[in-house]
């Protein structure tokens, strides 16, 4: 009834009024344990938990803000590294035999 109902206020063009019927219809869906099955009750809990159905933008943005809050505390609680670590190359010299090691390291160029 709900999609109906949604469907006739979008062809009436009175968005407003029809996403509230959408509103109502995620939540029906959400709670009918009987017609809908439970991975999709699952899918629209989540849903109507991180956005309202995408009808709530302060939730979306709170989430957004929690998740940008974390990184930002993750990165001044671990940080980055202060260095790279150096790279290195191994190989054998065929005229004398021997093992040769070479670090490669690029020098930072400091322009005034």
């Known amino acids: 009834m709900y999609r109906q109902l949604r469907k006739?206020?979008?062809d009436g063009k009175n968005e407003p009024g029809a996403a509230d019927f959408y509103y109502g219809e995620c939540e029906m869906r959400r709670h009918d344990r009987t017609g809908t099955p439970k991975t999709e009750r699952r899918?629209?809990?989540?849903?109507?938990?991180?956005?309202g159905y995408?009808?709530?933008?302060?939730?979306?943005?709170?989430?957004l803000a929690a998740a940008m809050l974390t990184t930002i505390l993750l990165l001044m609680a671990f940080g980055l590294p202060a260095s790279s670590p150096?790279?290195?190359?191994?190989g054998t010299v065929p005229a004398g035999g021997g093992k040769v090691t070479?670090?490669?390291?690029?020098?930072?160029?400091?322009?005034?």
């Open 8 to 10: 006739a206020f979008e």
């Open 43 to 51: 899918l629209l809990w989540a849903y109507w938990l991180l956005s």
């Open 54 to 63: 995408g009808l709530r933008a302060s939730r979306a943005l709170g989430w």
């Open 86 to 90: 150096k790279q290195e190359a191994t």
């Open 102 to 112: 070479f670090v490669i390291d690029k020098q930072d160029r400091r322009t005034p």
